[in-house]
C-alpha cells in the first residue's frame, strides 16, 4: 500500500520560516519524481517545486529564491524548506510522486500552512 505522509505545516508569522516533509513508503523511491503542490480556498492546485530523480529542480515562479526543495533517497522523503513566509503562500501543501518509467501518480493527504500578517 503506498503512502505519502505529510508534515512539518503550522501556522508562522509573515517573514518566517516552516519545513514541510514527506515520507513516502509502499513504493520504490528512488524512481519518483516529487513534487510539492498546494491549493489555497477558492484556488486550483498549484505546482510549487519539484524534484526529479537525478536531483534536477524547479520552482513555481512566486516561491524563487524563498523555497527549496530537497530529497533523502535513503530515507523515502522530500522536503520544502519555506522561508520569508508571506500571507499568500497561505495553502494546503500537498507531496506527489510520479513514477518516472509509468507515470503513475501518488498524493498525500496534505498539511495546511497558514501565513499571518
Known amino acids: 500500500q503506498v503512502q505519502l505522509v505529510e508534515s512539518g505545516g503550522g501556522r508562522v508569522q509573515a517573514g518566517g520560516s516552516l519545513r514541510v516533509s514527506c515520507a513516502a513508503s509502499?513504493?520504490?523511491?528512488?524512481?519518483?519524481?516529487m513534487g510539492w503542490y498546494r491549493q489555497a480556498p477558492g484556488k486550483q492546485r498549484e505546482l510549487v517545486a519539484h524534484?526529479?530523480?537525478?536531483?534536477?529542480?524547479n520552482y513555481a515562479d512566486s516561491v524563487k529564491g524563498r523555497f527549496t526543495i530537497s530529497r533523502d533517497n535513503a530515507k523515502n522523503s522530500v522536503y520544502l524548506q519555506m522561508n520569508s513566509l508571506e500571507p499568500e503562500d497561505t495553502a494546503v501543501y500537498y507531496c506527489?510522486?510520479?513514477?518516472?518509467?509509468?507515470?503513475?501518480?501518488?498524493w498525500g493527504q496534505g498539511t495546511q500552512v497558514t501565513v499571518s500578517s
Open positions: 506527489n510522486a510520479e513514477n518516472r518509467f509509468t507515470h503513475r501518480s501518488y
Open positions: 509502499g513504493i520504490i523511491f528512488s524512481i519518483y519524481n
Open positions: 524534484i526529479t530523480t537525478d536531483g534536477s529542480v
